[in-house]
């Protein structure tokens, strides 16, 4: 049996001026040829923590300085196994993590590696939700929506309350 790959993806989002989130998407070429939108992902190297894995693979796939995100918090795990022993799959446990981008989304790009093409840099909710052909990675992103957005409620209740005192 091969040992199990640890592996992290990051939903990575940005505030844009009408204070809805935007979600940052690579496009690459799929084995099968077609292209397929996914989220920056990247496997533990040597004895780096997963944090260390986010900001170092996030910045490689895009561009963006380690100083100019922040890791939000986890959203999930699964593990992927390989049942049917297909050649190029591997067995993985892949932990998911929301990201937040504070920089400017018109200077991320993509180096051409690792079959990369392109990114999607402004995808509103319903367009990521169109391009993600995972069920479970929808389901991820639906649940990062709720998450910035209660944040963002509990920002503006924080802020009315300290308006208010002074």
């Given amino acids: ?54 900001l170092r693979e ?34 993985k446990d892949v932990t998911y993590f929301l990201m937040e981008y504070t920089g400017n989304p018109d200077f991320v790009k993509i180096e051409h590696a690792e079959g990369y093409i392109g990114i999607h840099k402004r995808c509103t909710l319903n367009e990521i939700l169109a391009l993600i052909y995972y069920q479970d990675i929808r389901e991820l992103i639906r649940k990062s929506y709720s998450l910035i957005k209660d944040s963002q409620k509990n920002q503006n209740i924080k802020n009315d309350f300290m308006n208010k005192l002074w």
């Fill in 1 to 54: 049996m091969s040992p199990i790959i640890q592996s992290a993806w990051w939903i990575v989002y940005y505030i844009a001026s009408d204070w809805e989130p935007r979600y940052l998407l690579i496009k690459r070429h799929a084995l099968s040829g077609k292209i397929e939108r996914v989220a920056p992902k990247g496997k533990i190297q040597g004895n780096e923590n997963i944090q260390k894995t986010a």
């Fill in 58 to 91: 996030v910045s490689e796939e895009t561009g963006i300085p380690i100083n100019q995100m922040r890791i939000k918090q986890q959203l999930g795990m699964t593990q992927l196994r390989n049942t049917e022993r297909q050649k190029g799959q591997m067995d």
